[in-house]
């Protein structure tokens, strides 16, 4: 299976494809070029410029956009441009910015971040609706792909130097993640095959990575790990996936425009149809 271009060299680090199901729009943001964008279907390109680096877009309960920026979470109209600060995070250390983050099916707003400096961590958040942030994973280097099972039970996350898709049992009441394992081992890979980065998760429960440095998107087995499918991408660093279109059976590839001496459409956005389905993005439960 092969992607196609759907907006050629879109980004200068493309990211967090996220499809709006009441606007019919793909969001996804350009994180070193301090961007959000927003693709229609037709191919035109609307983009919005954010003070500093951008990591994450997701939806919300009402009009509004929740943002990561450098700083923290803010909510952003994308209809007036007015951008509202909501959550600092990391706000007293500028070496560590928002990287990848989604709301969870409880309405929470899961958000990781990544040292941009050798001597220091990242971690991974969650943000109730009321504003309240908590630590709940420390240490990380790149806090990346995340997505839920469809019955809810089970939530994935990457930290992509791990080399590894982790599992936990999900707690829908509570919002809390407990018996961290490994599904899917990229450790023993091949170098070609590149490391996790962004992921979604299918509507029959299945995971697709994008492996930065591999040139493809694959489809895992979520309880064997084992691969089931592979899409090929000509980018070297493919960074995020997510389903879209009428019928979410569109799968949409943001990639980095890295190497563009070889590969002239790297940091474009691509798109492929899959034959499978994924399922509506989860809202943080704030207007």
């Known amino acids: 299976m092969k992607a196609e271009v759907f907006l050629k060299n ?25 961007k959000l964008n927003r693709a229609a279907m037709d191919g035109a390109l609307t983009s919005w410029d954010m003070p ?4 994450t877009v997701g939806l919300t309960q009402g009009d509004r956009l929740v943002v990561a920026l450098e700083d ?3 909510l952003f109209d994308p209809e ?3 951008l509202e600060r909501f959550a600092p995070l990391e706000a007293d250390r500028p070496e560590v910015r928002g990287n990848d983050g989604k709301p969870d099916p409880a309405g929470n707003m899961w958000q990781g971040t990544m040292p941009m400096t050798p001597d220091e961590m990242g971690a991974l958040y969650r943000i109730r609706p009321d504003g309240t942030a908590e630590n ?9 792909g995340m997505g839920w099972s469809p019955d809810h ?43 996790p980065d962004g992921m979604t998760v299918d509507a029959e429960g299945k995971l697709w990575v994008a492996q ?3 040139c493809q998107v694959s489809r895992y087995d979520e309880i064997t790990g084992e691969k089931l499918m592979k899409v090929e991408v000509p980018a ?5 996936p997510t389903f879209g279109g009428e019928n979410l059976d569109k799968l949409f590839i943001t990639t980095a425009g890295f190497a563009k001496e070889k590969f002239p459409l790297a940091g474009s956005l691509f798109v492929a149809d899959m034959g499978v389905r994924g399922m509506k993005a989860n809202r943080f439960a704030v207007r």
Not at 52 to 55: C, Y
Not at 236 to 240: G, H
Request: with cysteine; glycine share 12%; net charge negative.
């Open 136 to 144: 709940i994973i420390d240490g990380l280097k790149c806090a990346n």
């Open 153 to 195: 039970k089970t939530m994935y996350f990457i930290d992509t130097p791990s080399k590894a898709v982790w599992a936990f049992d999900y707690d829908e009441e509570t919002g809390d993640i407990a018996n961290r394992r490994v599904v899917v081992d990229f450790a023993q890979a091949a170098p070609e095959e590149g490391g």
């Open 10 to 34: 879109a980004a200068v680090l493309g990211e967090g494809p996220l499809w709006d199901d009441r606007r019919s729009a793909l969001f996804f943001v350009d994180i070193e070029g301090k």
């Open 80 to 82: 007036t441009a007015a």
């Open 236 to 240: 070297p660093c493919t960074s995020c």
């Open 212 to 214: 930065w440095g591999g």
């Open 52 to 55: 500093s680096r951008i990591g």
């Open 72 to 74: 923290g979470l803010y």
